[in-house]
């Protein structure tokens, strides 16, 4: 290792002394003074190119001194011609170019949403990868509050929603555990307590500049992204002063409630253009909810079909946004300059969520009710239950559920050119947290009633029961509990390149760089229940009692036959007062959160070379390997008899992957490009999926296991893409994905777990589970090995070619095509039970269009967003021997509207619509008419004005 580094040194000292000719760095602006990225600069008709970075910047190197001849082009824009003269040292040049696209008919000149186009079809174009990049004026054109809703416009993406919004991301197929985020190049933390998947609704839409979705990856490139990488770029500081502001309101119907949005961007230039700056504010409000039904399927020994466990779920939200980040930027010197960029996103969810429930706890064999054509009508030995959730009183937490999530991330980088060699670097501290304080429960209800049912629509099913309010007098739960979780990252990386080729007469670079990723994750839950004494006492003997609110709605989206009636009041249970002895005896109860308590060390440190080779005018390539080494540490609580810590399970471990990859473009011309790739990368586990822990809940007869045996998920990935671009600002691509995957992840899932099979399973630990019940086991687990085959098609283009008016309309469509098989369900025993399923996750058809119309004031477009169903990934599906328990999330397809009218050159007033077609979040059990979850969130509705004050 010694030799490699002074290897290196004298390969760095002697590129430094060889630069005897100059440098050119040519800054490439449009008339607003903004960075066009991707442009294709050359001089002296080709004998040297480069592509202009994020900053609008291509930089020659080794450039004799004279005369040269610099020609840039840009789709959407004016060709560009101009002498420049090279000092021998270090020259920099200026190239404003004029946007206007010249046709038969005319000259079409850009607005901002074709000129946002413009810059990530130039970017796209001229990568080395597979990859789509959106810019913030295309992102601002469609009516999405969050990142998520944006990305989902991406071909091959699809986004799983959380209370309506776009939350989890799934790329080409690959769900969310296969797919890597980043900020400005960085790796991302996750808020949630335990998984590696970012929140993408926790990042407004304004606050970024550029999305670029790489779908094949480089050796530069972190290797955990089977699906895809998405990296998030946020504003840089502009060449002269920007301010711009936006100030919005909005009405959710569902609750009749009001949204909020204000936002503003501020930045500029002094000291000589040396020092430069941006900041950018984001704040939202949004009061809404949900109307939610939910559903488990069972059947008896006939296969006669009833529900088990049936909630109607009302949810009242207030959801909080903020977001600040801050990029400042100073120039040491034409060839040295410093970023630091920071970033905070903090989103509140104040939740309160009433739930009447029906559930079987009886004995299949004994206790269900039949009809006279021998279906199930219901059941004897049933469960009826009213339960409030909320928070302590007063403060932020204010009688809800409070969801405090945020992500913060600070990152000092620099780049440096010393000679020919061009060196960049980076060093990032970031940290994500989500806390529930005072989260309380309560709930009443009574056990051995008759529950009847009707499921002669299973899309939704609907029981009920003939209890009265004064027969709720069993407290099934009364209850406060506190969850706190973090996740740190500290991550570093150190890149150079330098001139080098493997073929006499054509240029090439040589890079190669060292990585470190470290990471802390941890878990620190508590929980307690209190029952009532004293005076209190008599006030819980029965619901009606007690303080209650209707929460009966005549317009209940899932239909109006769900009445769900009374429920303790949020104002009631938030005003209790816990700690007063005379009232209440508080109880620690270990088993809802020790063994969900863990803390997780990950080490990820890689080294990688990478060669960029033009072969001839026509062929290049990307040629590279990287090798990362993971190192884990892992510990959770050994508990027994759900309640008991007997000491804490720790797992270490290590592994080394060698990641070859090749990205090869051919351009048939300079608009049309053909690109393949071969490529290996990673998908590592869950963190709480490899602790050593187990989970009893006995209330909810629920079971859970970790898996400390699972390994990482390694996949070879073939793609090709052919890309067609317009220079009216267009493009028509086409290709094919395969991915080979040696293992997949999958939960395995048993709804009517019994009492022999948790003996088989786990012999050395109490049985829990009484004779004739079933109970739920999951546990995560892997695969043998799965294959994904895509197609990807997709055309954007300004209809330039009709006549008047029509030019100004516009096309957007984009669709994916997937077929996946995977191999491998094991029971507990570790016979083979299922092979032949689809990947959790790989959706078989996504579908984008928009229709759009622009002129120099105005802008509109209909948008269409359409995903089929697949198998879902989340905790509450899986795979076991009969596919009866498989789970599904349905299809969607949303209709979104906006426009927006230019008042003057400073002012635009604009409308936008959300989720026209009322588009429900609905999972289904097996067959597509058994509704697992339906939940509405209904549209959306938005007016505003935005104000660019300086541009």
């Not at 079409?108 to 174009?125: E, F, M, Y």
């Not at 629509?457 to 009364?478: I, M």
């Not at 060292?514 to 307690?528: A, G, P, T």
């Not at 009484?770 to 197609?791: M, P, V």
């Amino acid at each position: 290792m010694k030799n490699v580094y002074m290897a290196m040194v004298c390969l760095f000292m002697t590129t430094i002394l060889y630069a005897q000719n100059g440098t050119i760095k040519v800054k490439i602006i449009d008339e607003q003074k903004l960075n066009l990225p991707g442009a294709n600069v050359s001089l002296d008709n080709q004998k040297m190119s480069a592509i202009s970075n994020t900053s609008g910047v291509a930089t020659f190197y080794n450039v004799p001194a004279g005369t040269h001849t610099l020609r840039i082009s840009y789709l959407g824009y004016k060709d560009y011609e101009k002498s420049i003269t090279s000092t021998g040292t270090v020259s920099e040049f200026t190239a404003s170019l004029e946007s206007g696209v010249s046709v038969l008919k005319g000259v079409i000149v850009l607005g901002d949403r074709l000129k946002g186009q413009s810059k990530a079809l130039n970017q796209q174009k001229n990568t080395d990868n597979i990859s789509n990049i959106i810019s913030a004026d295309q992102i601002g054109r469609f009516p999405d509050a969050n990142i998520g809703d944006a990305i989902k416009r991406v071909p091959g993406i699809a986004m799983q929603n959380d209370q309506g919004e776009a939350r989890n991301i799934i790329v080409r197929g690959m769900g969310p555990e296969f797919n890597s985020v980043t900020l400005n190049g960085e790796r991302i933390p996750s808020a949630e307590g335990d998984n590696r998947r970012i929140q993408m609704d926790l990042i407004p839409a304004d606050m970024i500049q550029t999305v670029e979705v790489s779908k094949t990856l480089t050796a530069d490139m972190d290797a955990d992204a089977i699906g895809g990488s998405v990296n998030l770029v946020t504003r840089t500081a502009p060449n002269g002063k920007r301010l711009s502001a936006t100030v919005a309101g909005g009405y959710n119907p569902i609750r009749a409630s009001f949204i909020g949005t204000v936002n503003f961007i501020a930045g500029s230039r002094f000291a000589k253009n040396k020092l430069g700056y941006v900041i950018s504010g984001s704040f939202n409000r949004n009061e809404y909810g949900s109307d939610n039904v939910e559903a488990v399927w069972s059947k008896d020994a006939n296969g006669k079909l009833y529900v088990s466990d049936h909630d109607q779920r009302i949810y009242d939200l207030l959801r909080i946004r903020r977001s600040a980040t801050a990029t400042v930027d100073y120039k040491i010197s034409p060839l040295h300059t410093i970023y630091v960029t920071g970033s905070y996103n903090w989103r509140d969810d104040k939740e309160n969520r009433f739930r009447l429930r029906h559930r079987f706890r009886g004995n299949a064999a004994t206790d269900l009710i039949y009809d006279a054509a021998g279906n199930i009508s219901g059941y004897n030995v049933g469960e009826v239950l009213r339960q409030t959730k909320g928070g302590a009183a007063g403060g932020r937490v204010d009688n809800r559920r409070l969801e405090d999530q945020r992500v913060r991330s600070l990152a000092i980088k620099g780049e440096h050119l010393f000679g020919k060699v061009k060196t960049d670097w980076s060093v990032q501290f970031a940290r994500a947290s989500e806390e529930r304080p005072n989260e309380r429960y309560i709930s009443m209800g009574r056990r051995n009633i008759t529950v009847t049912q009707d499921i002669s629509n299973p899309e939704r099913p609907y029981l009920t029961d003939n209890t009265a309010l004064t027969g709720y007098t069993r407290r099934n739960e009364l209850t406060e509990q506190f969850q706190n979780q973090f996740e740190k990252d500290i991550n570093a990386k150190l890149n150079f390149e330098i001139p080098a080729s493997i073929v006499k007469t054509q240029s090439g670079n040589l890079k190669f760089g060292l990585r470190l990723r470290s990471k802390e994750k941890k878990r620190d839950n508590n929980f307690f229940e209190y029952t009532p004494i004293g005076a209190s006492a008599g006030s819980f003997a029965n619901i009606s009692l007690l303080p209650l609110t209707d929460k009966t709605a005549s317009e209940f989206y899932p239909g109006e036959r769900f009445a769900a009636g009374l429920f303790v009041s949020p104002g009631f249970l938030g005003g209790l007062n816990f700690k007063d002895a005379t009232r209440f005896t508080e109880s620690d109860v270990p088993e809802e959160y020790l063994s969900g308590n863990f803390s997780a060390k990950e080490t990820i440190s890689a080294g990688y070379i990478e060669l960029k080779q033009n072969f001839s005018d026509r062929w290049s390539a990307n040629m590279g390997v990287r090798i990362e080494k993971t190192s884990i540490n892992y510990s959770g609580n050994i508990v027994e008899d759900g309640d008991q810590l007997k000491g804490i399970a720790n797992l270490k471990n290590s592994y080394t992957d060698f990641l070859p990859n090749v990205n090869a473009k051919y351009k048939f011309d300079n608009n049309t490009v053909f690109k393949g790739a071969i490529t290996r990368s990673i998908a590592r586990p869950r963190y709480y999926d490899l602790v050593p822990f187990f989970n009893i809940n006995p209330n909810d007869q629920e079971l859970s296991a970790g898996n400390p045996k699972m390994e990482p998920v390694r996949s070879w990935n073939i793609d090709l893409m052919f890309e067609k671009y317009y220079k009216s600002v267009g493009i028509i691509s086409g290709g094919v994905f395969y991915k080979k995957i040696d293992r997949f992840f999958y939960t395995y899932l048993d709804q009517q777990y019994t009492q022999a099979e948790f003996s088989r399973d786990f012999p050395t630990i109490t049985n829990p589970i009484g004779a004739g019940e079933n109970w739920q086991f999951t546990q995560r687990r892997n695969g043998d090995g799965a294959s994904l085959l895509g197609l990807e098609v997709a055309a954007q283009r300004q209809l330039d070619f009709l006549p008047g008016i029509w030019k100004g309309f516009g096309v957007y469509f984009n669709y994916t095509y997937t077929y996946s098989k995977a191999d491998g369900i094991y029971d507990g025993g570790g016979s083979l039970v299922r092979s032949n399923v689809k990947l959790p996750g790989a959706a078989p058809h996504i579908f984008n269009f928009s229709l759009s119309y622009e002129n120099s004031k105005f802008v509109s477009r209909l948008s269409a967003n359409y995903t089929s169903s697949y198998v879902d990934d989340s905790d509450d599906a899986g795979y076991n021997a009969d596919s009866f328990n498989d789970r599904f999330y349905d299809k969607q397809f949303f209709l979104d509207f906006n426009a927006s009218y230019a008042v003057n050159h400073r002012t635009r007033i604009f409308t936008e619509a959300n989720n026209l077609t009322n588009q429900p979040l609905r999972y289904y059990q097996g067959n597509k008419s058994r509704t697992a979850q339906l939940e509405y969130y209904g549209p959306r509705f938005n007016f505003g004005l935005k104000f660019d004050i300086n541009k």
